[in-house]
């Protein structure tokens, strides 16, 4: 045969942002090495794509599959969804380096910040490696995706200081020792560096994670120490990452950006917290991304451009009210003590306007958003007709009896006895209105999906099947051809990705095929697949055919093919 794979009759959009054509594509040891007509050619295996919309594979910028990678090697589900690369290792903390007496506070910070369960960390084959050279190489030749990961600040501050990592800023000797560490995961091919000084980041026990007792000194020196080891980018929550981002926060991130050379990656620009979209402050953002960009070290912010969609609950599965603890705590009664709790005027006062006061006091506990009433819905209620609550939210229901929203709630909650089922929802006009006029900033990275985090909540790994059915397809805001570019061209030449991202002769094959008309979400399922049959959501899409990888198919028309063509993507 003349090749390993022939895509054939398909419509290819290389990821440069060309216009369509339809050709053949031809693989051969990993490699595209043909496109164009192939009816004369042979393979060992073939793709009929008619009909069908040939792309690169998608590059997810923002993941935390570090943990999951080592006992799921396809990073279920988002290659379902067309991505063949993920970079994880984000938000200041990744699976290595991690001494053995460390592995349980490692877990512990995975297990708060990012929502994993403790139960399926200890599925991760810790024994396995130390230090992020080990990791990496524990991974070679076990992989169904293509992984990259940033070394995470929390990790090596852990490991040079102990337990004093949780206690005081970092001495010279230290911060040196630190550097080395970071050189070093860089050198074997580390994505970057991460920190963070989010004040929602707290380990398992309430206590702040090592990268938030880092002074400003220590953070620009290991970044300035991985950007003289190698290539990538820097992964940075500055303080503001949840109250909204000030001028310190700014000069901070400028100052990173000119002291490594590397891009620097945050979330929230413009927005009053990370988890938001940006709205007033925008205009403000776009000025600070001019001045950074006209100092030679512009920075870039990930976007979530597919709005959450969390279900809310009266009891124990809820995680969305921890910085509001007299709700949260409420959640873990038994049911006996929440009917009496709700019933005590006392009780009903201090948690009457609580959601909307949460917790902003970052030594009081973590400081996460709520969701706030105006973007909370009904689900299922046996109490409330489906008909009065249709397309409303609780603050709109509310206010239309003369009551404050968390009366409005905690009421539904007594009267359907604790079995409500809220919609954290934010698919509003003015998020609309406000993650179309941002999208279309070249610093703006469309994401986020947080793979392999807060499954728990939610699975995001539909994010870009929303990207391309909703913001290209049916709004328009993008051509086909330049939506497919933002998913995989431009986040892979920001990451330093320069060898993905799009379909060229002599390029790796990584490919996703699908149907330009059907491409989108379906469903979210909640199933028991996790190491110690820990449950998760599972985002289910339609419309992919296949995701290739180096040549290899890994999902064809839904299901695994048990290959395992995954590489280790190394900037440097």
Known sequence: MDYDLIVRGGMVIDGTGLPRRRV??????????????????????????????????????????DPQITFDPYATMSCFHGVTTVLAGNCGFSAAPTKAEDREFIQGVFAKVEDMNPIALSGVAWESFETFPEFLASLENRLGINFACYVGHSNVRRWVMGEAAIERAASANEIADMCAIVAEAMEAGAAGFSTSLSPTQNDIHGRPVPSRFADRDEVVALAEAAGRSGSGSICFLPAGTTRGLNDEDYDLIIEIGQRSGLPVVIQGLGARSKTDVPGSGWDDAVKVLDRAQAQGAPFYSMLIAR??????????????????????????????QRRALLRDPAAREEMRFAVENQNRAPDKGTTLPAPQWQVVFVEASSSLPFEQHQGRSIA???????????????????????????????????????????QVDPRIIVGTSDGGAHLAKDDQADWSSYFLATWVRERKVWTLEEGIRQLTQVPAAILGFHDRGTLRVGGYADIMIFDEASIGPLRKEFVHDLPGGVGRYKAIGKGVKATIVNGRPIVMDGELTSELPGSLVRPS
């Open 24 to 65: 053949d594509l031809a693989v051969k040891n990993g490699r595209v090495v043909r496109i164009g007509r192939l009816d004369h050619m042979g393979a060992v295996e073939e793709i009929d794509a008619t009909g069908m919309i040939v792309a690169p594979g998608i590059v997810d910028a923002h993941t935390h599959y």
């Open 307 to 336: 709005p959450f969609d969390r279900q809310v609950a009266f009891d124990e599965t809820n995680h969305h009210w921890q910085a509001v603890p007299t709700w949260q705590a409420m959640t873990r009664m038994p049911i006996e």
């Open 396 to 438: 709109e229901m509310a206010n239309a009896q003369g009551v404050a929203p968390g009366d409005f709630a905690l009421d539904l909650a007594l009267a359907d006895d604790f079995a409500t089922k809220l919609r954290w929802r934010m698919d509003s006009t003015e998020w609309s209105d406000a993650v179309r006029k941002s």
